[in-house]
C-alpha cells in the first residue's frame, strides 16, 4: 500500500477545517425508541454545529436525553473526508444567543418555518481522509458474468 492509499486520522483544527467546506450534513437521533437520520443545512460557530429547525419529531429527538451524532464529508482530489461528532444537542434560547445566531449565514435548501436554532457542542470528534477506490477495485470474475434482461 502506498503512502497514497493510506487512511489519514485527522486532527480536530483539520475535522473543523473540513466541517467549514460542505454545506449539509446528517443529524442521527433516537427517535420513538430507534435510529433515525435527517439531512441538514448547518454551520460551524466556533467549536459547536449550528443548524435551524421546525417543531416536530426532529426537533424533538434531537433535544431529548440521547446524544447526538453529526457527520457530514466530501472529496477532492481523488481523496474523501468524513467527519463525525458526537454530543448533546441544545436549542439556542435567549435573546444574546439567538441575535448572535441569526447572524451566522446559515440557509437551509427546504423552505417553511424553521425558526429554531441547535447547537451541538461534541464531546467527541474524528475525521478520516481517504483515497476514493474506482470502480475497478470491485471488480470480479462475476462482474463480467451475464446478466438478465432488462425489465
Same mark, same amino acid.
Given at each position: 500500500?502506498?503512502?497514497?492509499? &493510506?487512511? *489519514?486520522?485527522?486532527?480536530?483544527?483539520?475535522?473543523?477545517?473540513?466541517?467549514?467546506?460542505? &454545506?449539509?450534513?446528517?443529524? @442521527?437521533?433516537?427517535?420513538?425508541?430507534?435510529?433515525?437520520?435527517?439531512?441538514?443545512?448547518?454551520?460551524?460557530?466556533?467549536?459547536?454545529?449550528?443548524?435551524?429547525?421546525?417543531?416536530?419529531?426532529?426537533?424533538?429527538? @434531537?433535544?431529548?436525553?440521547?446524544?447526538?451524532?453529526? *457527520?457530514?464529508?466530501?472529496?477532492?482530489?481523488?481523496?474523501? +473526508?468524513? #467527519? #463525525?461528532? %458526537?454530543?448533546?444537542? *441544545?436549542?439556542?434560547?435567549?435573546?444574546?444567543?439567538?441575535?448572535?445566531?441569526?447572524?451566522?449565514?446559515?440557509?437551509? +435548501?427546504?423552505?417553511? *418555518? %424553521?425558526?429554531?436554532? #441547535?447547537?451541538?457542542?461534541?464531546?467527541?470528534?474524528?475525521?478520516?481522509?481517504?483515497?476514493? @477506490?474506482?470502480?475497478?477495485? +470491485?471488480?470480479? @470474475?462475476?462482474?463480467?458474468?451475464?446478466?438478465?434482461?432488462?425489465?
Amino acid at each position: 500500500m502506498s503512502g497514497n492509499d &493510506a487512511i *489519514e486520522v485527522l486532527s480536530a483544527d483539520a475535522c473543523w477545517t473540513l466541517l467549514r467546506t460542505a &454545506a449539509v450534513g446528517r443529524l @442521527a437521533v433516537l427517535a420513538e425508541g430507534g435510529p433515525d437520520i435527517f439531512p441538514v443545512n448547518y454551520v460551524v460557530d466556533g467549536g459547536t454545529v449550528v443548524f435551524r429547525t421546525g417543531a416536530g419529531g426532529k426537533l424533538t429527538a @434531537a433535544l431529548g436525553t440521547a446524544p447526538v451524532a453529526f *457527520e457530514a464529508d466530501g472529496s477532492e482530489g481523488g481523496r474523501a +473526508w468524513s #467527519v #463525525v461528532l %458526537k454530543g448533546r444537542a *441544545e436549542q439556542v434560547r435567549g435573546t444574546e444567543g439567538l441575535l448572535d445566531t441569526l447572524g451566522l449565514r446559515l440557509h437551509p +435548501w427546504q423552505a417553511g *418555518e %424553521k425558526g429554531r436554532f #441547535v447547537r451541538i457542542a461534541p464531546s467527541e470528534l474524528s475525521g478520516r481522509r481517504f483515497p476514493v @477506490a474506482g470502480p475497478e477495485a +470491485w471488480r470480479t @470474475a462475476l462482474s463480467e458474468g451475464p446478466r438478465a434482461a432488462e425489465e
